[in-house]
Nanobody
Framework: QVQLVESGGGLVQAGGSLRLACAASGGTFSRNAMGWFRQAPGKERELVATINWSGGWRFYADSVKGRFTVSRDNAKNTVSLQMNSLKPEDTAVYYC?????????????????WGQGTQVTVSS
């Protein structure tokens, strides 16, 4: 059973940056493709970025491409999301998720393990 704990959320002005981190435990981290999702009030949870087991393949939602960067450190069992040039529409609860398997997916239903989420608020 994989446990995930996110950190790094907070309040930032538009144009600013935040770095989210997700610490994994209870499994073999290098066997899990990882994803970052977000959910704004009244909206569906949506994919932000996903990364394969080695970090060599990454996918980003169009809305964050060029501004966000996902990375992982298998030695430390962590995955990170560097968020730059933040916009008010990036305001949401951000969730870290893990798949059972090394191949990443853009589908929320393919992720078996979820963190509790961390709030990101971007003021205009």
């Amino acid at each position: 059973q994989v446990q995930l704990v996110e950190s790094g959320g907070g309040l930032v002005q538009a144009g600013g940056s935040l770095r989210l981190a997700c610490a994994a435990s209870g499994g073999t981290f290098s066997r899990n493709a990882m994803g970052w999702f977000r959910q704004a009030p009244g909206k569906e949870r949506e994919l932000v970025a996903t990364i394969n087991w080695s970090g060599g393949w990454r996918f980003y939602a169009d809305s964050v491409k060029g501004r966000f960067t996902v990375s992982r450190d298998n030695a430390k069992n962590t995955v990170s999301l560097q968020m730059n040039s933040l916009k008010p529409e990036d305001t949401a609860v951000y969730y870290c998720a893990a798949r059972d398997g090394v191949v990443p997916s853009t589908e929320r239903s393919d992720y078996a393990y979820w963190g509790q989420g961390t709030q990101v608020t971007v003021s205009s």
